[in-house]
């Protein structure tokens, strides 16, 4: 009886882990997208600046 229910449990934690993570993926990737984005919008506009100002010198 303990044998046949003990392979249940595992299996319930290792899915509720998945879970767990598989949320925190979907909450924390969008933000990971947004900074890269905001990071490399950041580093465009500073070159672009920046060739824009060798321009007018």
């Keep these: 009886m303990h044998r046949a229910t003990t392979p249940h449990r595992p299996n ?3 899915l509720n882990v ?13 933000l990971h997208q947004f900074n ?10 500073h ?3 920046h060739d824009k ?4 010198d």
Aim: charged share 10%; net charge positive; with cysteine.
């Design 12 to 14: 319930s934690v290792i």
């Design 18 to 30: 998945i879970k767990c993570t598989g949320f925190l993926a979907i909450i924390l990737n969008p």
């Design 36 to 45: 890269r984005l905001r990071t490399s919008a950041l580093r465009a506009l």
């Design 47 to 49: 070159f672009f600046l």
């Design 53 to 56: 100002w060798q321009v007018n």
